[in-house]
């Protein structure tokens, strides 16, 4: 006895019978509610460019109409592979590395001009133009049934079809003719349906690592531009801290050498001093490390190594994490960086007087986590900045970033982690 296992982004062989049905029952449904919908849809967009000029409320109703473009776009991606038992990427909005309104905006015109997107809309328009001719054929199909009984009626001639009448006699053999007709259209629209939609909506093998190779390509250019940026950060941070600190504890030596035999009261003084800045500088070593890496988050986890982080802010943070579990080291890493950063930023440049931090995880399978302080505003991401960083590191673990920094504040910052990455 052998078994067969469907490969990922192939159909389902099982109960062909039962795939045709459950088709043709979509394309009726597609056929009611298709010319319903494109024609909102038609007329959201007049209303929207009419009112553009007029009175501008025409830019909200065209947004809403890029919107409503993709919730038609994801719900006809899912029911392709819902329906075929296809491995098909879900639709996702586009999103902007560029912060605040403005990067909003170039959202919503990424989003406008996505081909994905209009590939879906594209099946529903074909597969409710295909969906309004199998209501006719269905209903043909019923007709063809009555009149193939309609003899035992005792009727001389039938209504046919156009205001046509057929001879009783030839009704039970056009009736049969009629409704095997009707049912052999109903299964060439389900075959051509599945044809059109597989080639519309489930990506072929080649497309499929293509889009895996550009992501790989995209994580691996923001992981070398994170270690870039951080190997900056530390080599600035060695420099303009431990090492001039190293350097004044040999100075400080170096003195208390020589008055040790003159003046050992005054030796004993700079040797003190000298220890004080030693356990300074190895302090600040310490907090350059916990920068790295810190060890409580493989320890005890996201929730403790952000506490943690919390206590030592510089300003208050209040700190809200419900996490059921544990992530992957990456993803972790990747938002504590994230969170770490923006603290740091919060608390040196926006002048902000607390911060709030949200931690959760979304859609099963994302981390997400939001902080939030009272600044200034006006963040941007300047290139090796801090900003910078935090999109390189999360990039690189798979995730992207939403930085909302209007001037006045508050500045907000999210990250999506996939929990995997």
Not at 183 to 190: D, K, M, S
């Amino acid at each position: 006895m052998t078994t067969e296992t469907a490969t990922p982004g192939q159909t389902s062989a099982a109960r062909p019978p039962l795939r045709i049905l459950l088709t043709i029952l979509h394309l009726a449904a597609l056929g009611v509610l298709g010319g319903v919908t494109i024609g909102l849809l038609s007329g959201l967009f007049g209303a929207g460019f009419g009112l553009l000029l007029l009175f501008g409320i025409g830019v909200f109703l065209l947004i809403a109409f890029v919107y409503a473009l993709y919730g038609l776009g994801w719900f006809e991606f899912a029911r392709v592979a819902s329906l075929y038992r296809v491995r098909v990427a879900p639709l996702t909005l586009r999103t902007s590395p560029h912060p605040g309104f403005g990067g909003w905006l170039r959202s919503i015109g990424r989003q406008a001009i996505d081909g994905r997107m209009w590939r879906g809309i594209a099946n529903f328009a074909i597969a409710a133009a295909l969906g309004a001719v199998v209501l006719r054929l269905a209903w043909g199909a019923v007709w063809s049934a009555i009149i193939a009984f309609a003899p035992s009626a005792g009727l001389d001639t039938i209504a046919g079809p156009f205001g046509s009448e057929v001879d009783a006699a030839w009704a039970p053999l056009i009736g049969i003719a009629g409704f095997l007709a009707a049912v052999a259209g109903l299964i060439g629209l389900a075959l051509l349906h599945r044809v059109i939609s597989l080639a519309l909506v489930a990506q072929s093998r080649e497309a499929e690592l293509t889009e895996k190779v550009r992501t790989t390509t995209a994580q691996r250019e923001g992981a070398v531009r994170a270690a870039d940026v951080e190997r900056t950060r530390i080599e600035r941070d060695l420099h303009d801290g431990v090492q001039p600190r190293l350097v004044s504890v040999g100075m400080t030596l170096g003195l208390a050498h020589q008055k040790i035999d003159d003046d050992p009261a005054a030796a004993k003084e700079l040797i003190a001093e000298a220890h004080t800045s030693t356990k300074a500088a190895i302090t600040e070593l310490r907090q350059l490390a916990r920068g790295i890496h810190a060890s409580v988050l493989d320890d005890r986890g996201l929730d403790a190594a952000l506490s943690a982080l919390a206590g030592r802010s510089h300003i208050p943070v209040s700190l809200d994490v419900r996490l059921d579990g544990r992530c992957s080291r990456e993803a972790e890493a990747a938002v504590y960086f994230a969170i770490a950063e923006s603290l740091t930023n919060a608390a040196k440049h926006s002048r902000a007087g607390e911060a709030r931090v949200t931690v959760r995880v979304r859609d099963v399978d994302t981390l997400w986590a939001r902080v939030e302080d009272n600044g200034v505003g006006g963040a941007q991401v300047q290139p090796g900045g801090g900003l910078d960083g935090i999109s390189n590191r999360v990039l690189a673990a798979g995730g992207t970033v939403r930085l909302d920094s209007p001037l006045g504040g508050p500045t907000a910052l999210e990250v999506s982690v996939p929990c995997a990455s």
